[in-house]
């Protein structure tokens, strides 16, 4: 099912002998679109620690009480790399964390995903430029420059092809395969309150210097897309007159 990543926000964690914490944020990677961690705010239970969980560890949510089951113990969380979630996630400590856990490795067979130099990835700045920029230090320091937080993008300018009409307000998930499916844009400061979604897919950029997500979309074909209702249900009816409006190829088969 289609979920609202602001609406996970705050859905209790729950470890196989207690709560862990609260959802916080997401992290995903940007060439693939795909949650690669839930952050969960652990509140008082760890002193306010935040810490990284795959959604392969994630068992079967109770939408009802928000609740999301994970396959761990509370002692194999508090064990676990401490990682700074407010700084960018390096590739060594995404090293550490799977070691720790024995998680799959999902860089692995990618070249974009395994080499942060390799080349220019869709969404615009190359990771080597972006890195460049970064002050110097070792490589295994750098953050990985694929990885963004749900929280630093929400705020984004949306750019079409002629003009910006709003800006990232939400994401819409797949909380089977966790990946991105919808940008929802909110477009009340460029056009009459509106919001739409926008798939990753009709995304050419992500221009971090200017805070953009640039889209092959007209502000026109914006302005009169499917509107999207926040407290509907996002069914695939829907997501066939979205994409049938723009004559865009569907992602299902």
Not at 145 to 172: M, N, R
Request: aromatic share 10%; hydrophobic share 35%; with cysteine.
């Amino acid at each position: 099912m289609l979920r609202s990543t602001n609406k996970l926000h705050g859905c209790a964690i729950h470890a196989t002998d207690g709560e862990l914490g609260k959802v916080d944020e997401f992290f995903f990677d940007e060439l693939k679109w795909t949650v690669r961690y839930l952050v969960v705010d652990t509140g008082t239970w760890l002193t306010g620690r935040r810490v990284l969980l795959s959604p392969a560890v994630l068992g079967q949510p109770d939408w009802d009480r928000r609740s999301l089951p994970v396959s761990l113990t509370k002692k194999q969380v508090e064990l676990s790399p401490d990682i700074d979630t407010d700084q960018p996630i390096s590739r060594q400590q995404e090293e550490e964390l799977r070691r720790y856990f024995g998680w799959a490795n999902y860089w692995v067979g990618d070249p974009l995903l395994a080499d942060p130099t390799f080349a220019i990835g869709p969404m615009g700045m190359s990771p080597a430029t972006r890195a460049a920029m970064a002050p110097a230090s070792s490589p295994e320091a750098h953050g990985d420059p694929h990885l963004e937080s749900t929280k630093d993008v929400v705020g984004c300018h949306i750019q079409a092809t002629d003009s910006e009409v709003g800006h990232v307000e939400d994401f819409i998930v797949d909380d089977r395969a966790w990946v991105v499916r919808y940008i929802v844009v909110d477009t009340r400061n460029f056009l009459p309150g509106k919001k739409v979604l926008i798939s990753p897919a009709w995304v050419e950029k992500v221009d971090w210097a200017e805070g953009k997500v640039r889209v092959n979309l007209s502000q026109e074909g914006i302005r009169h897309s499917p509107p999207y209702n926040p407290s509907a249900p996002i069914d695939r009816e829907y997501e066939s007159l979205l994409y049938d409006y723009y004559k865009r190829p569907k992602y299902w088969p």
